[in-house]
Structure formats: structure tokens, C-alpha cells
């Protein structure tokens, strides 16, 4: 249903903006980032139909500091990250960010309302990864959300996966990509065509 996939949308991106608290507790981010973002959207989305490119921007530039693309990039990749060139790796991981980012955009732009809670924060862990559960409350009901973030050498937590009421994203994502390949049989073929937003949120939805 399109609630559903715009839904999505808006839960995938509600974790990625910037938070001061990012790099020492997970479930504080997490917590934050979502008004942060929301911010962003009642102030740009305005622009989503007569100056796309804008609107698009001001929501890649608060996703910029917490999403490790270049990490879920070569996971989508799977095994195919071994066989292609760094130039195909890097062209690729430009393709799966750009769509991503407009699809997300789109999605979230009339979402300015929607609250949404961590379930049982906790301190900061010690490891090195985390799941932070989220509850998204919207007209339409209650949505769980597991966040996947990992803590890179600097001591900042990245997200790197998103699990939306048991859909595994980052592995729904590696199966369209090896999928795209068995089809075209060429990775430059697959970067070409690749539409993972889209499809995936059709896949959930």
C-alpha cells in the first residue's frame, strides 16, 4: 500500500541525521535524529516539486554524517564487490546513495507530524555494534524499527542496516542486486539500471 512504502521511507531516513551525542550513546542519536530531520523536512519540502534538486540536498546533508553507504554499498554487492573494480565500486555506491536519498525524500515529505520513541534506551554499550529499537507512531498505527549501528575507529556509530517489522533491508537489497545480476549478467549493466528504493519499498509495501 503506498502508506506503507512512504512509511518506509520516512523510518529508513528518520535515523540518519547528525547528533552531538552520536559518537558516545546510540539510543540517544537515535532519538534525537528524528526531530532533527523532521526539521529539515517542514523547512525544504516545500521545494520537492518546483526545485527537486534543493529539497533532495537538504536531506543528503543530514544523512551524509551517520550512513556508512560505502559499507551497505559493497554489502549489497555481496560476493560481486570481489569481482568488480574499485571505479565500479565507487560508481555503484554514488547510484544506490543517489537513489536512496530521492526516494527517501519523496517519501518523508509529508511526514512532518509523526512521533516516534526509542524502546528501552539504554547507556553506552561497550561493544562495537548495537541494535536500537524505535517505535514510529502514525495515523495508520504503530511501526517497530531495529537499527543496526556499528562504531567505527573514531568512536562514531554508523548505521548499517535496517530491519522494519522483520524485513531485513540490507538483505533484500543484496538479493535484487544478485538478481539484477543473474539478469544482465554485466555489474556495469546493473549500476546502470539499478532503482533499489523503489523496489525494495514496493517489496515491504
Not at 559493497?74 to 547510484?95: H, I, L, N, P
Request: aromatic share 8%; charged share 20%; with cysteine.
Amino acid at each position: 500500500m503506498l502508506w506503507a512504502k512512504a512509511l518506509l521511507c520516512t523510518l529508513l531516513v528518520s535515523v540518519w541525521a547528525p547528533s552531538a551525542s552520536a559518537a558516545q550513546n546510540p539510543y540517544v542519536m537515535i532519538e534525537g535524529v528524528s526531530q532533527n530531520l523532521l526539521g529539515v523536512i517542514r523547512a525544504n519540502a516545500q521545494y520537492l516539486n518546483s526545485d527537486p534538486q534543493r529539497y533532495y540536498s537538504a536531506v543528503d546533508s543530514v544523512l551524509t554524517p551517520v550512513v556508512d553507504f560505502d559499507f551497505i554499498a559493497r554489502g549489497v554487492m555481496g560476493r560481486y564487490a570481489k569481482e568488480a573494480t574499485a571505479a565500479q565500486r565507487s560508481r555503484f555506491t554514488s547510484a544506490f546513495r543517489r537513489d536512496l536519498v530521492a526516494t527517501f525524500a519523496r517519501g518523508v515529505a509529508t511526514f512532518g507530524d509523526m512521533d516516534v520513541k526509542v524502546v528501552n534506551p539504554g547507556g553506552a554499550p561497550s561493544g562495537n555494534r548495537v541494535n536500537v529499537l524505535q517505535e514510529v507512531r502514525s495515523k495508520e498505527g504503530i511501526t517497530k524499527v531495529s537499527y543496526t549501528l556499528v562504531r567505527n575507529r573514531s568512536g562514531q556509530w554508523k548505521l548499517i542496516n535496517v530491519i522494519l517489522n522483520g524485513v531485513n533491508l540490507g538483505k533484500t537489497f543484496r538479493s535484487q542486486f544478485a538478481q539484477s545480476m543473474q539478469t544482465h549478467g554485466d555489474i556495469d549493466k546493473v549500476i546502470a539500471n539499478w532503482s533499489a528504493a523503489k523496489d525494495v519499498a514496493d517489496q515491504v509495501g
